[in-house]
Structure formats: C-alpha cells, structure tokens
C-alpha cells in the first residue's frame, strides 16, 4: 500500500512538471497521510467508538455502528479489528429493502443525517 501512495504521488509530481496548472500534490499528500491513518486499525478503533458514541447520543439519525470487539484476548491492533456484527441489507439492495417495508426516503434521510453527524458532531471536520 505504501508504495503504491508513493507512486501516485510520484504521478502527481510528474504531472505537474509536465502542467503547472494542474497541480494535485498538496491534496494527494494528505490524502496519503489520511489513508495511512485509515490502515493503523488501532486509530481505527478509536475512531468506530467515537462514532458510534456520537451516533447513539442522537437517536433520531437511527443508525447502528458495531461495537469494536476489545476483551483481554482480543484487542485491535495495527492489522486486525474485530467488529460486532450487524445483520441488515445494503442501502443499495432495492429488493431486500421493498421486502423490509422501508421507506427509501426515510432511510436516505437517516444516511445523510448519518454522514452529517460523523462530519460534523464526531470532532468537527476531521
């Protein structure tokens, strides 16, 4: 993974020797940063709880975030991360949620709340 943010950043670089205008180094730097942040699933951990906190402070965004599975013998570490499991479907899956009775509008709203919280109410813009 690491060589492989290298070389988009070696891309960038290139493109931007070859373009000035279009220059993406900047962003594409800390996007790798971030990613490398996203692959440490201890910061991972950290950040499921804190979301899942915030989500259950707000019951009317009505979404379910697994618990981070941490006992004695089990704790996250830079490579693995247990989740508690959540039996549910795909927002995607149209059929199962017809099935389900769920009211498409319903369910968006609860998702764009979701998303709103996590960027917002988590840690403000993170």
């Not at 991360?81 to 609860?110: C, R, W, Y």
Request: net charge negative; proline share 3%.
């Amino acid at each position: 993974m690491a060589q492989d943010l290298d070389n988009i950043v070696y891309l960038a670089e290139s493109m931007y020797e070859q373009e000035p205008k279009f220059d993406f180094r900047g962003i594409l730097r800390e996007w790798c940063n971030e990613t490398q942040k996203e692959l440490d699933f201890v910061h991972e951990a950290q950040n499921t709880e804190a979301v899942r906190a915030n989500m259950q402070a707000d019951k009317s965004i009505g979404v379910d975030v697994p618990r981070v599975i941490a006992t004695n013998q089990i704790v996250p570490t830079r490579r693995v991360l247990m989740l508690e499991f959540i039996d549910g479907v795909k927002p995607t899956d149209l059929e199962a949620l017809h099935q389900l009775g769920v009211d498409n509008a319903a369910a968006l709203d609860s998702i764009s709340a979701a998303f709103a919280q996590q960027v917002n109410g988590v840690r403000g813009w993170w």
